[in-house]
């Protein structure tokens, strides 16, 4: 069913922006040590403590529905019947990113609740 395999590559691409969180919160938290003691030895690198970190998580087949949950993309979705209506509303919900349009919803009269959510 599309409507699984559409919340299989969501759930994907949640744990990734997740690891890149982590990943960068940690550099963050690396960097801002570093500024605040000026008693850092100077034995003492910043770019190796950032490289012990390791790579940056990163999976070119995730990256642009990593971007929709950031919301730097706008999704735009075709719905053409009431359960496709449903699916995308229920993944939006879950995974908490909004919907710029939804076209050809011909069937959006039979769900006017759905549409609330």
Known sequence: DSAWKFREAYESARKLKVAQDVFCSRVESISRARRRSWLWPSSWSIERDIAALGEFPYDLQWEALVDVLRGR?????????????DAIVRLSNEFKFPVASIHHAGE??????????
């Open 73 to 85: 993309v706008k999704l735009s979705v075709h719905c053409y019947e009431a359960v496709d209506l």
């Open 108 to 117: 959006t009269y039979l769900v006017p609740e759905l549409l609330k959510k």
